[in-house]
Every structure is written in structure tokens, then in C-alpha cells.
């Protein structure tokens, strides 16, 4: 069936040859044009929308029709035509709907839009099953504009490469046709049948068909706007959160409808404000146009407007036909706001999918999905394009063309690579070459800058050099070489190693590294110390927290995704390790009674280590259970699943290759997982178990280490111990389990304490600890995160030697700063 309707599809512009052209314009009375206006041919599911000037078309085959033109909030009009080889000019102007307050009854004094809402929620589930399976065409359109923005950012001067210095511009513009299946619980498919992206011609458009069901008690509109969701108007306990108030009534085809008005009981909540039209006795949603704003707890946009339309599939069924969003935002200086528009039609209520049709990939981009002709388009798409867009079309490609020109991309480049002195100090800085699919990066100053009394001043040089290997922005293919020099002034010591990765994979990803020569670790090879955070302790405290050794090293590692959520890693490491003592007393504020520990682990051995050699073999494997992907014609991309993520790993030390003194052999199990729990928050975990199977020779860089933290700035939340000492409890037990979990309420009972609600700060409870022979560790933290949207501040308590402490972080997860090695 799905091949037969895609030949359809792709034959459509031959069929569109003997069929009559209907266009023309919707305004109201006043002659205001009604942007996205639906116009249908009634008794059947054949349509299309206006674009956001009024505008419309639509191809007939020859014959007699009634169109019918609605729009939320005025009188639907229908117009008798007669369809022809010719083309027909139909303009429509609506007028606005005509309320009337009928035989408003009114109960316990209270407003009858009540009884309306209530009657509306006791049918919820009912209509909410009644699409629960459902196969239907789906036409997208998104586009992103500016009304202004800054000439610089952050020292950067702000071009958007278009060749328009004009404030007012479109950023973003794209097209997809896709079909949308969907058998709930838990089944889902999006196909793209065809994607076009203004001015990037391999670009694949934004396909999202899903439409916000108002029959769910949440409405879940993506992380980033607010990670609780928002609370439907007709939810089962709307009434403790939304206030209504009757409109008046409006008759549509012989149906009563109610007009009601939705106003939130609080600000701060996560809840929508504007109307719904119910149709009387049925208790089913008409149509909508709700608005969220700052004070719905929304987060990074200002405002974000939703339309929606609905008609009959059937007497019982009625399914969506529109969806529109308007988004609008001001940070930064930027002044942008945009459309989004989906047209719903061919709904098949009952569709026949057969036991192959669902699978783990969620949307699939057909091969050639994105190379249609023109004329294909003009053929196909239901909301003709504004003028602004045909020109943004036009002139974007032309850009396209002309920035294969090697002399423009030279020019391109040139522009592009400007360092100014403030990116340069702190932010990476990237140099690309288009012409030879290029790029050149580098850490800012103040990374390559820092300071230790094993080494002194040290000078860290890194960079990455990474080629595309494939003309395709989405091509995996690629190689990188990444040099490091260091040098030390105190200790006089100069390192360097390289590293070499090979990317690939045309399905699921898969790397190859290499990587070698002479570089300084930590004890600890996860790296919880800063360089950064380490020089100021140093300098202003006279701590050393950063324990260093130097090592000639070899490693290499495998990784490869092999589908269903499975991915594995090979991988293996030489080290030859030596020694760093310290060599300098320096720092800026001399404390009485205080010097540098030493350059190693003290709490675990009274002197360093001596000079050892050590080969190990890892072998790891993780699995996602129930792990969705996004499929292009040469690749997958896994965007995980609602279930936990498993991992296991295996290290063995093996002795007298290459005369390594490591004999031992270490695992580990861990399970990582984000519970949503909508307006109640989310719960996270990361527990783990491992010990050593055989601890026969084992040097202290290879024991089993907890990630410990004694800074001011707290360490990755979930993978570490925010109070406790570095190397205190690094062991060669043989069994240990770990536990991390937090629980971000989002904004949950927060938003309820004044003056807390208006800066929308998220309360967070958690705990982090660990158990092994002889030694227990637990420490519980709150904290409130979301602080000016970047920030986290925790209060820390533990049983350890450090009872309490703040530590200030950043509002998303900080990530590990591990090495290459896996």
C-alpha cells in the first residue's frame, strides 16, 4: 500500500495536467488576510491551507464541488464551483464569528463554561482512543526569521553568509511530505516521502507530523521549553488550574458550538491562556488557539502560539487537519520569530499494517527524498509560497551554486577565520577550508595556560585537524589528527603525543584511534581535575589537587554500533610509567603552615611510584533496550529509548608483553537511566557494581578509582563524589557497588513560593555513595539549579572528612573529562 500511494504521490504532477487550478485569497470583511485559513472539499478529505498571506490553491479534477473555507474564530463559508481544464479564481472573506449567549444556564452561580469543561473531560479518553491507531499524509512547512540582531557577538562579527545586510531576513526555511503511522501504545513511524531546505540542496527538512493532542491530560512540547510539559485545559484536574468563562455559541453544520475562553488560576504554572471551542453534546474539541508564555514557565522563547483545526473523518471521528505554532523570541540582541505549520489530510482510521510495518527506526528519510524538481513541488505542496519565500528560494540556491566556486569559498573562508583577541583568550577557536572540507581547531589561551609544582608554568598546545572524506555535510566519513605538545619551564620537560581517529559507518557509527608518545596523566586517567580549577588552587591556596605521572604510551580502541540499541568497544593501552615530583614551592598568596602535598597519592602510599610498564586489554559492550533511530539513506542515528542504558566492561592487565609488570583483571556493570515525570520532575540514576577478579600486581594508576571532588565547582553530577577526597577509598577490592541518583523537581512546588516562582529556579534532591569491604561512603545534597538559566548551586553533606560544603556548577549535566581511552 505504501508503495502504491508514493507512486501516486510522485506521479502527481502528470495527473495535476488534465485537473483545474482553484486559487485565491482569504481575507476578512475588513479585507485582512487570514494566514493559513483551511479550505476543504466537503464530504471529503481532500484540501489544502492558505499561506501565512491568505493565499491558496488547490487542483481539482473536473467536475462539481463545494469547498468549504474556516478559519479559528470566524463564520465558516462555503462556496459552490464548477471545475474545468481552466484555472478558477475563488476568493473567500469570512466574517467573524457571531456569538450568541443561547439559553445560558447558569448553576451554583457559577460560569456554564464549567459544566461545558467538565462534560468535555469526562469524554477525554474517549476520544483520545479513538485515534490510538491511524495512518495519514502529512505536509510541513517551517520557517525562522529575524527582525534584528546584534552586529557582534561575544567580539564576533555577525554574518549569516547570505549576502544581506538587511536586519530582516529569513534564516530557515524547509518543506517535507511524509506519511505518519501510528498504532499506540508505543508504536510510531514517520516516512519522508519529500524534503527541501532553502539554499542546502543535500539538506534533509524538518519532518515533526506529531500533532499536541489536547484529549492528553500533558502536553509535552520538547525538553527545552519546559521539561515538565504543559497542563490541557480538559485534563482530568484542569479545574484546579485553569478559570473559564463562556463566550457565546455558534452554530456549524447543524452543531452547537461553544466558545471558551481559558485563563490560568496562577501565574508560574505550566499552563496555556486564550480559547477552545467545544461542540455542544458531542464534548469534542472544534478547534483551539492557545498561547504559552514567560509566566507558563517557559524556557529560552518568549511566546509560543498554537492553532489548531479540526473536521469529521467520520460521523463519530473527527481528526486534525491543522496545526500551526508561532514561536518568538529576544536574547542576546537577536529578535527572531517563525511559523511551523502542519496540514493533516488522507486519514485512514483503520488501517491495515502489516507485522513489518513498525520497527525501530521512528522517521526514515526515503532515498532521493530530497531531490525533487521544482516542478515536483509546485505540484505537490497544499500552501502555495509567499513571494519572500520563492525569492529566499532562488536566491539561496543561486548562493549554493556559487559557493562551489573555489575563489568564493576562498573568500568565504577568509571572512570566517578572523580571530579576535576575546575568542581567542576563552572561547575554541575552529579555522575551516571549505574547498578541501577542512578544519583546523584549537584550545583557547586560557586552557593551554596553567600551572603545578610538579612542571611549573606549563605550556599546553592542542589541536584537531579533521577532513571530511565525503562531499556530504551528513557523511560519517572522516579522519582526524589531533597533536599535543606540552612543556613544563620548572621541571623542563617537553611532551608530545598524537592521536588519530577514523569515523565511518554508512548505518551505525564506528570509529578506529590511534594514539601515542609521551604525555602527562593523572592518577586518576578520568581526569576529575581541571588544569584551570587546579592553577587557581595552586596559586591562591597552595593546593596541588591534580597527582601527575609522566608515561610513554601506545593505545588503540575499536567502536562500532551494531544496531537494536547494541554498541561494543575493543580496545588496548601501553603505558611505560615515570614519575613527577615536585620541583617549585611557587605560588602568589604563601600560606603560614601550609605546603604542597606531593605529586601522588598520599593518601594511599607513603612515597611515589617507581618507573613500571603496564599492557592492558579492554573489551566493552552497552545496550539500550528499546533504542529508536532516525534513518537517512546512507546512515542511522540512535536517539536512545525511554529504557535504562546497560554497560559492561572488562580490563585485563597482562603481564610480560612488552615487559609490563601489570597482572590483574578488573570489571565493571553499570546502569544509567532519566526517569520524565512530566509536571513532577525528573528522576535520574547511575548505579553501578565491579571489583577486581585478580589483583595479583596492580599499580596504583590501574586501581579501581571513585571520582571524588574537594573544589568549590562541582564535577560531573552523576558520575561523581562531590565531598570526597580524591584517593582516599582507591582500591583493589574485589566487589564494590555505587549508587547516584537525583531527583529534579523542574520547577515542581518551586513555582508555588513567591519571589522563587518568578526566577524559575528548579529545587533538586539527590545522593551520591558507595559500598566496598571495610568502607561505606554516602553524602545527600539540595540544591537549586536553573539559576539564570546557566547555573547550579548545591548543598553538599557526607560522612567523610569533608561534612558539608557548597559546590556551584552548571544547569546541564557537566560531562566527564576522560581521555581517549574507553
Known amino acids: 500500500m505504501r508503495q502504491l500511494f508514493f507512486t501516486i504521490l510522485l506521479s502527481g504532477h502528470f495527473l495535476c495536467s488534465y485537473a483545474g487550478r482553484i486559487s485565491g485569497t482569504i481575507t476578512d470583511n475588513e479585507g485582512k488576510t487570514l494566514p493559513y485559513a483551511s479550505i476543504f472539499v466537503k464530504g471529503t478529505n481532500k484540501g489544502t491551507n492558505a499561506n501565512s498571506l491568505g493565499k491558496y490553491s488547490l487542483h481539482l479534477e473536473p467536475g462539481q464541488y463545494t469547498l468549504v473555507c474556516q478559519y479559528v474564530g470566524y463564520k465558516k463559508e462555503e462556496k459552490f464551483v464548477t471545475v474545468t481544464d481552466k484555472d478558477i479564481q475563488l476568493d473567500f472573506k469570512l466574517t467573524i464569528q457571531e456569538m450568541t ?26 476520544y483520545q482512543d479513538q485515534l490510538n491507531k491511524f495512518h495519514c499524509l502529512v505536509y510541513t512547512k517551517g520557517q ?50 519529500s524534503s527541501k531546505v532553502s539554499g542546502q ?21 520538547g525538553n527545552n521549553l519546559n521539561p515538565r510539559g504543559f497542563i490541557s485545559p480538559i485534563s482530568d484536574n484542569a479545574l484546579n488550574y485553569y478559570r473559564y468563562k463562556y463566550e457565546g455559541e455558534f452554530i456549524e453544520d447543524g452543531r452547537q458550538i461553544n466558545k471558551i475562553k481559558v485563563i490560568p488560576r496562577r501565574k508560574f504554572e505550566p499552563l496555556f491562556s486564550g480559547y477552545i471551542n467545544i461542540v455542544n453534546d458531542e464534548w469534542r474539541i472544534h478547534s483551539l488557539k492557545l498561547l504559552l508564555t514567560k509566566e507558563s514557565q517557559m524556557e529560552f522563547i518568549d511566546s509560543l502560539q498554537l492553532e489548531q483545526m479540526y473536521r469529521p473523518v467520520t460521523n463519530d471521528v473527527w481528526a486534525i487537519s491543522s496545526q500551526v505554532i508561532y514561536p518568538a523570541a529576544k536574547i542576546l540582541g537577536f529578535d527572531a520569530y517563525g511559523s511551523f505549520i502542519n496540514i493533516y489530510s488522507d486519514f485512514d482510521i483503520e488501517p491495515g499494517f502489516d507485522k513489518n510495518h513498525f520497527t525501530n527506526t521512528i522517521l526514515k528519510y526515503l532515498d532521493s527524498s530530497n531531490k525533487k524538481s521544482g516542478e515536483y513541488w509546485e505540484n505537490a505542496r497544499p500552501v502555495p509560497l509567499q513571494a519572500e519565500e520563492i525569492f529566499d528560494y532562488k536566491r539561496k540556491d543561486s548562493l549554493e551554486t556559487a559557493k562551489k566556486n573555489p575563489k568564493y569559498l576562498d573568500s568565504l573562508d577568509r571572512v570566517r577565520n578572523k580571530i579576535n583577541f576575546f575568542g581567542l583568550m576563552i572561547f575554541e577557536q575552529t579555522l575551516v577550508a571549505e574547498k578541501n572540507r577542512t578544519s583546523f581547531s584549537f584550545r583557547p589561551i586560557t ?25 556530504s555535510n551528513f557523511s560519517r566519513k572522516s579522519i582526524s589528527v589531533a597533536p599535543n605538545l606540552r612543556y613544563g619551564f620548572t621541571n623542563k620537560h617537553f611532551n608530545a603525543h598524537i592521536t588519530v581517529t577514523y569515523h565511518f559507518g554508512k548505518k551505525y557509527a564506528s570509529s578506529i584511534s590511534l594514539s601515542g608518545g609521551r604525555r602527562v596523566f593523572q592518577f586518576n586517567n578520568n581526569n576529575p581535575i581541571g588544569p584551570r580549577g587546579n592553577s ?73 611510584i617507581n618507573r613500571h610498564q603496564v599492557f592492558m586489554a579492554l573489551l566493552g559492550m552497552s545496550w539500550q533496550p528499546g533504542t529508536r533511530y532516525i534513518e537517512l539513506p546512507d546512515q542511522k542515528i540512535n536517539i536512545g529509548s525511554k529504557y535504562p542504558v546497560f554497560s559492561l566492561q572488562y580490563i585485563q592487565g597482562i603481564s610480560k608483553i612488552f615487559s609490563s609488570d601489570g597482572d590483574f583483571s578488573k570489571w565493571k556493570f553499570t546502569m544509567t537511566d532519566n526517569m520524565n515525570f512530566r509536571l513532577r520532575g525528573v528522576f535520574r540514576y547511575r548505579l553501578g557494581i565491579g571489583g577486581f577478579i585478580d589483583n595479583k600486581k596492580v599499580q596504583i594508576p590501574d586501581y579501581q578509582h571513585f571520582n571524588g571532588n574537594i573544589s568549590t565547582f562541582a564535577t560531573e553530577y552523576l558520575n561523581s563524589f562531590q565531598l570526597l577526597p580524591l584517593y582516599q577509598f582507591s582500591n583493589t577490592s574485589k566487589f564494590y557497588s555505587l549508587a547516584h541518583v537525583e531527583y529534579n523537581l523542574n520547577g515542581f512546588l518551586t513555582n508555588k513560593v513567591p519571589g522563587l516562582r518568578r526566577l524559575n529556579l528548579y529545587l533538586v534532591l539527590g545522593a551520591n555513595g558507595f559500598h566496598m569491604n571495610n568502607a561505606d561512603y554516602l553524602e545527600y545534597f539540595v540544591a537549586f539549579d536553573n539559576i539564570f538559566k546557566q547555573f547550579r548551586i548545591d548543598y553538599v553533606r557526607s560522612n567523610g572528612v569533608l561534612k558539608s560544603r557548597f559546590r556551584i556548577g552548571f544547569h546541564r549535566t557537566l560531562r566527564p573529562r576522560g581521555d581517549d581511552w574507553p
Open 536 to 608: 587557581l588552587s595552586c596559586l591562591l591556596g597552595e593546593k596541588n589537587r591534580m597527582k601527575t605521572y609522566e608515561a610513554i604510551y601506545f593505545r588503540g580502541s575499536f567502536n562500532k554500533g551494531i544496531g537494536h540499541g547494541f554498541s561494543w568497544v575493543a580496545a588496548f593501552q601501553y603505558q611505560d610509567r615515570m614519575p613527577l615530583e615536585n620541583m617549585t614551592d611557587y605560588t602568589w598568596r604563601n600560606l603560614k603552615n601550609r605546603i604542597y602535598t606531593p605529586n601522588y597519592p598520599n593518601e594511599l602510599v607513603s612515597q611515589n
Open 447 to 471: 586552557e593551554q595556560v596553567s600551572f603545578n609544582p610538579a612542571e611549573g608554568w606549563v605550556i599546553n598546545t592542542g589541536a584537531i585537524w579533521t577532513k571530511r572524506l565525503d562531499s
Open 101 to 126: 449567549l443561547g439559553e445560558v444556564i447558569i448553576t451554583r452561580g457559577e460560569d456554564p463554561a464549567y459544566e461545558i469543561i467538565r462534560n468535555t473531560i469526562k469524554k477525554r479518553t474517549h
Open 201 to 221: 540542496s543535500d539538506a534533509y527538512g524538518l519532518s515533526a507530523p506529531q500533532f499536541f493532542s489536547f484529549y492528553d491530560n500533558n502536553i509535552f512540547i
Open 144 to 193: 525562522l526569521r529575524v527582525r534584528n540582531y546584534p552586529k557582534r557577538f561575544f567580539g564576533r562579527k555577525i554574518d549569516f553568509e547570505d549576502g544581506d545586510t538587511s536586519k530582516q531576513k529569513m534564516l530557515y526555511l524547509s518543506e517535507t511530505i511524509s506519511t505518519y503511522s501510528v498504532d499506540r501504545p508505543g508504536k510510531e513511524k514517520i516516512e519522508v516521502l
